[in-house]
């Protein structure tokens, strides 16, 4: 199975703030990586899908990108909205696997 | 609108067997994968397999091979998912998602959650 390792598992950060998370896969996936967002109580919501491609509806301020087996997500101006818990997915093999998640938290 | 809606939450005692439903709507049901992914309280999303609507072919995750079934009725576009032999840590949300057949995009629709508890 191929492992995916989420870095940090939290994070507190402000209003306004650049934020990166990272996830490192354990062998290639190509670029069959996606990112979600959930919030309590809530089913996750796709963010970026296929490494850096947007979902239709979600906003500018969230990018993704690559590098080798390195995925970062990148929220370029936190809102009050973005406080959630974020998961990295790899869709490249069965099974499919989820990074361990990363809590944002207000600062 | 596209949508999963699930069935309604369950509890059940230790040992027994426990049905969800996802019915579709929306879209059209063949040409998505049906993933079922849970939740335990606190915890992070843990992936149980999947249904292709068209085929019925399933992949499972070997964690819960021999215990899962994943099926599907074409007729009214609902998936069903069963889990047997539930022990008190099967306690958890369980979601249903769609992914496209053609390409492993991301899941971009999901069910809203069944709350399972599995307690004597």
Do not use: H
Not at chain 1, 70 to 87: C, M
Not at chain 2, 74 to 99: F, K, Q, W
């Amino acid at each position: 199975d191929i492992q995916m390792t989420q870095s940090p598992s939290s994070l507190s950060a402000s209003v306004g703030d650049r934020v990166t998370i990272t996830c490192r896969a354990s062998q290639s996936i190509s670029s069959y990586l996606n990112w979600y967002q959930q919030k309590p109580g809530k089913a996750p919501n796709l963010l970026i899908y296929l490494a850096s491609s947007l979902q239709s509806g979600v906003p500018s301020r969230f990018s993704g990108s690559e590098s080798g087996t390195d995925f970062t997500l990148t929220i370029s101006s936190l809102q009050p909205e973005d406080f959630a818990t974020y998961y990295c997915e790899q869709s490249y093999s069965i099974p499919v696997t989820f990074g361990q998640g990363t809590r944002l938290e207000i600062k | 609108q596209v949508q999963l809606v699930q069935s309604g939450a369950e509890v059940k005692k230790p040992g027994a067997s426990v049905k969800v439903s996802c019915k579709a709507s929306g879209y059209i049901f063949t040409d998505y994968f049906i993933q079922w992914v849970r939740q335990a309280p606190g915890q992070g999303l843990e992936w149980m397999g999947r249904i292709n609507p068209n085929s019925g072919g399933t992949n499972y995750a070997k964690k819960f091979q021999g215990r899962v079934t994943m099926t599907r009725d074409t007729s009214i576009s609902t998936a069903y998912m069963e889990l047997s032999r539930l022990r008190s840590d099967d306690t958890a949300v369980y979601y249903c998602a769609r992914r496209i057949v053609a390409r492993p995009n991301g899941m971009d629709v999901w069910g809203q959650g069944t709350t399972v508890t599995v307690s004597s």
